[in-house]
């Protein structure tokens, strides 16, 4: 008698929950669906972060966390190749302004060590100011991390999707979980605003919403509020630009405000750290942003927010008690929890699936791997990394590459109706601008954005106003003006 598909259900399409997507999507038997309540996967913090992929020298030592970090970061440099994602290894810089600071370096780099990262050296204040000339002169020295890096987290996560959709697994977006149905202390079904959907498995992947799914089956034994993140992204222009990541002597509440480069070439710098109460609260302040501001010329002195093309803010998940845990239980069959995944998931989400495949697997779950999965995603072509025979090429294709929409980022109509008609279909402005930087530039979509919704309308076969920003009614158009 053939074996029954086990059906499991990811909840939450954020890093974390495609990349689990994607590892189980490997294995025979498994029918997988990721649910999310947003129009587009990349959940909250993994589209709302700094972009960095650590090392975990600064994790808490001997935790979960620090071992998944870890073992993560070495994984990148073959999976983005794989994913036709681009990933820089740039390093990062620990630089001491002051007398206090430097004391600390010692501990941070025994820390270090403590987390088995031991490429971790000294600096001299000479050597930084070669390094980074833009730094505080005022440095007495620092640390250099060397396998820090720098990626693009919208587009790794819309790769993880398509990937994984490649290899069967369904994405039911707009889809938001209302209740969890138990029987017998088994998972069986969930209730959702789009009907029930069976389940074998649910993987509770959902980000700072984790404590209201794990309440559902009475698993919550913790709570989970919002920490908002502001930042500045900074013209590709600006005069005053860093190398390396730039990072401050970290504090027991956050790493601090730091000023990266982007994969793109712009400059990042923040984020904040304040917990909050609503979830859904994602506006910045002035009070924060100012801080950001005066934290970070502390370590670049001239850096310029008058060069800002836009500030955000984003919230990641604050768990108390803060500690990242992942769990099945004894007493309910079928549920996996994962709880205080924070900043660091976006590193640690590589790591975080295969343990939780193997979670589930010692748990009683039969997996034979599949000899038709398919590693290989290949990106959209973008016409603003063609040369130009290429671009005659791609033109010669497809003429829509020769009508341009976004003149800031140089974003085609053909990319655009690319995205739209993808594994994992771009739906709404937004999610045109996460995954082709389309309304990512100097006017922030003051030119494309008409042109953007036009597009969209006429691939979903939709009018214009219906077309959303990002969330449902999140509608940019209300009707025609004459």
């Given at each position: 008698?053939?074996?029954?598909?086990?059906?499991?259900?990811?909840?939450?399409?954020?890093?974390?929950?495609?990349?689990?997507?994607?590892?189980?999507?490997?294995?025979?038997?498994?029918?997988?669906?990721?649910?999310?309540?947003?129009?587009?996967?990349?959940?909250?913090?993994?589209?709302?972060?700094?972009?960095?992929?650590?090392?975990?020298?600064?994790?808490?030592?001997?935790?979960?966390?620090?071992?998944?970090?870890?073992?993560?970061?070495?994984?990148?440099?073959?999976?983005?190749?794989?994913?036709?994602?681009?990933?820089?290894?740039?390093?990062?810089?620990?630089?001491?302004?002051?007398?206090?600071?430097?004391?600390?370096?010692?501990?941070?780099?025994?820390?270090?060590?403590?987390?088995?990262?031991?490429?971790?050296?000294?600096?001299?204040?000479?050597?930084?100011?070669?390094?980074?000339?833009?730094?505080?002169?005022?440095?007495?020295?620092?640390?250099?991390?060397?396998?820090?890096?720098?990626?693009?987290?919208?587009?790794?996560?819309?790769?993880?999707?398509?990937?994984?959709?490649?290899?069967?697994?369904?994405?039911?977006?707009n889809t938001e979980v209302l209740g969890i149905n138990v029987e017998n202390n088994k998972i069986k079904?969930?209730?959702?605003?789009?009907?029930?959907?069976?389940?074998?498995?649910?993987?509770?992947?959902?980000?700072?919403?984790?404590?209201?799914?794990?309440?559902?089956?009475?698993?919550?034994?913790?709570?989970?509020?919002?920490?908002?993140?502001?930042?500045?992204?900074?013209?590709?222009?600006?005069?005053?630009?860093?190398?390396?990541?730039?990072?401050?002597?970290?504090?027991?509440?956050?790493?601090?405000?730091?000023?990266?480069?982007?994969?793109?070439?712009?400059?990042?710098?923040?984020?904040?750290?304040?917990?909050?109460?609503?979830?859904?609260?994602?506006?910045?302040?002035?009070?924060?942003?100012?801080?950001?501001?005066?934290?970070?010329?502390?370590?670049?002195?001239?850096?310029?927010?008058?060069?800002?093309?836009?500030?955000?803010?984003?919230?990641?998940?604050?768990?108390?008690?803060?500690?990242?845990?992942?769990?099945?239980?004894?007493?309910?069959?079928?549920?996996?929890?994962?709880?205080?995944?924070?900043?660091?998931?976006?590193?640690?989400?590589?790591?975080?699936?295969?343990?939780?495949?193997?979670?589930?697997?010692?748990?009683?779950?039969?997996?034979?791997?599949?000899?038709?999965?398919?590693?290989?995603?290949?990106?959209?072509?973008?016409?603003?990394?063609?040369?130009?025979?290429?671009?005659?090429?791609?033109?010669?294709?497809?003429?829509?590459?020769?009508?341009?929409?976004?003149?800031?980022?140089?974003?085609?109509?053909?990319?655009?109706?690319?995205?739209?008609?993808?594994?994992?279909?771009?739906?709404?402005?937004?999610?045109?601008?996460?995954?082709?930087?389309?309304?990512?530039?100097?006017?922030?979509?003051?030119?494309?954005?008409?042109?953007?919704?036009?597009?969209?309308?006429?691939?979903?076969?939709?009018?214009?106003?219906?077309?959303?920003?990002?969330?449902?009614?999140?509608?940019?158009?209300?009707?025609?003006?004459?």
């Amino acid at each position: 008698m053939k074996n029954k598909s086990k059906k499991i259900v990811i909840i939450g399409a954020g890093v974390v929950g495609c990349a689990i997507a994607r590892e189980l999507s490997k294995y025979k038997g498994l029918d997988i669906v990721v649910l999310d309540k947003r129009e587009d996967v990349g959940g909250d913090a993994s589209k709302s972060n700094s972009a960095i992929i650590h090392t975990g020298y600064d994790a808490v030592p001997n935790t979960l966390e620090s071992q998944l970090v870890v073992a993560s970061n070495p994984m990148f440099p073959k999976l983005v190749k794989q994913l036709d994602v681009e990933f820089k290894l740039i390093g990062a810089i620990l630089p001491a302004i002051n007398d206090e600071q430097y004391e600390q370096l010692g501990k941070i780099k025994e820390k270090a060590f403590k987390n088995r990262v031991y490429d971790v050296e000294y600096v001299t204040k000479e050597e930084i100011i070669k390094m980074e000339p833009n730094i505080n002169k005022d440095v007495k020295g620092g640390l250099i991390i060397p396998r820090e890096g720098i990626i693009d987290p919208f587009t790794f996560t819309v790769a993880l999707a398509e990937s994984s959709a490649s290899n069967g697994v369904v994405y039911k977006l707009n889809t938001e979980v209302l209740g969890i149905n138990v029987e017998n202390n088994k998972i069986k079904s969930l209730e959702t605003n789009n009907g029930n959907i069976e389940a074998d498995y649910i993987i509770n992947s959902s980000g700072v919403y984790c404590d209201e799914i794990a309440d559902m089956v009475g698993k919550s034994n913790y709570t989970v509020n919002a920490r908002r993140g502001e930042f500045f992204i900074l013209d590709k222009n600006t005069e005053c630009k860093v190398n390396s990541i730039i990072l401050p002597i970290p504090t027991k509440i956050t790493k601090g405000k730091l000023m990266t480069p982007t994969i793109h070439g712009n400059m990042l710098i923040g984020p904040t750290a304040e917990d909050l109460d609503d979830k859904e609260d994602k506006s910045t302040t002035l009070e924060g942003l100012n801080s950001v501001i005066e934290d970070v010329k502390k370590l670049v002195p001239n850096v310029n927010p008058n060069d800002t093309i836009k500030q955000y803010a984003g919230n990641r998940a604050a768990k108390t008690p803060a500690v990242l845990e992942i769990d099945m239980y004894d007493d309910l069959e079928g549920f996996v929890n994962l709880s205080g995944v924070r900043s660091t998931g976006l590193t640690a989400s590589l790591a975080i699936s295969k343990y939780v495949l193997d979670l589930m697997v010692s748990n009683g779950l039969e997996v034979k791997f599949k000899e038709n999965f398919t590693n290989e995603r290949v990106a959209i072509k973008l016409i603003r990394e063609a040369n130009n025979e290429e671009k005659t090429e791609l033109i010669k294709k497809d003429p829509r590459y020769g009508n341009i929409i976004c003149r800031c980022e140089t974003v085609s109509e053909a990319e655009i109706v690319q995205a739209i008609n993808s594994k994992i279909p771009a739906t709404s402005v937004d999610a045109i601008k996460r995954r082709l930087k389309a309304g990512f530039g100097r006017c922030q979509g003051g030119f494309c954005s008409p042109k953007i919704i036009e597009i969209l309308a006429r691939e979903l076969n939709k009018e214009a106003k219906e077309i959303n920003k990002n969330v449902k009614n999140s509608n940019m158009l209300m009707g025609k003006a004459k």
